[in-house]
């Protein structure tokens, strides 16, 4: 009778365990098609509402549960509530923004991506999914010491990370769906898209810290920003990017 019992409950569990990994199979703005693929070292992912989503630069647009959509040239924000040592951007890719922004460097970028430690402005590690002029992931660290608003340090203090392994991307069309994901260990970084590791660097000693967060340069997206939690509260600083 034990026997039976447990290979009954066994048969249960496994019943419910396909029925989640079937569910993955859902198209975009299902729950259960983005849960559960990636765990990084520090804790689990979550959510980051709109109570808790700095918007330093640009516009958002709330779509619910925990989704926005992004429409302008530059948007920049970060969680109050978010330990930056790892973040995921999920993001239903709609096409280039109708107005396009040059950079301070006088080029233009279609972009969407990841703030790592984002300190503030000047100080910041990005995990960005470039489009245009080339496609791929680029990590890019921004460090300007004492200064902490984008009117002190402009486009200065950028040093571009050599990757040490890089893989194919998938297409990136108007409609389709991914995961970027990204998580620093020490100062070794990972970046992975719908799950599967893209790149891999060594980015270094930082010298800063801070929250996670989201940019995006000249495209149209709707973003669901996932990192994990932190013990403590940033105050919101519009303005700084």
């Known amino acids: 009778m034990k026997l039976a019992f447990a290979t009954l409950a066994g048969l249960i569990v496994m019943s419910a365990a396909w029925r989640g990994c079937d569910q993955t199979r859902a ?14 070292a520090g804790g689990g992912l979550a959510p980051v509402g709109p109570d808790a989503m700095c918007v330093t630069l640009g516009e958002t647009r709330p779509l619910g549960d925990g ?15 978010t330990d930056g040592r790892a973040a995921e951007l999920r993001f239903v ?19 969407l991506g990841l703030k790592l430690e984002a300190q503030d402005g000047c100080n910041v590690l990005y995990v960005m999914w470039r ?7 680029e990590v890019l660290v921004k460090r300007n010491p004492g200064q902490s608003v984008h009117d002190e340090c402009g486009n200065r203090g950028y040093r571009k990370v050599k990757p040490s392994v890089v893989r194919p991307l998938p297409a990136l069309r108007p ?8 998580e620093l260990t020490g100062a070794r970084l990972v970046a992975r898209v719908d799950g599967q590791p893209v790149l891999e660097a060594e980015v270094g000693e930082l010298g800063f810290s801070g929250p996670a967060g989201f940019r995006t ?8 920003l996932r990192a994990p939690a932190s013990a403590s509260a940033l105050r919101c600083a519009r303005g700084d990017d």
């Open 67 to 81: 989704r926005f959509a992004v429409e302008a040239s530059k948007v920049r924000g970060y969680g109050i509530r």
């Open 131 to 137: 489009l245009e002029p080339a496609t791929g992931v």
């Open 217 to 224: 340069d000249n495209v149209a997206a709707e973003l669901e």
């Open 93 to 111: 890719y709609r096409g280039p923004s109708k107005e396009v922004s040059r950079l301070g460097s006088g080029k233009v970028f279609h972009q």
């Open 175 to 182: 409609g389709s769906a991914h995961r970027l994901a990204a």
């Open 27 to 40: 198209g975009p703005g299902k729950r259960s098609a983005w849960w559960s693929w990636w765990r990084p």
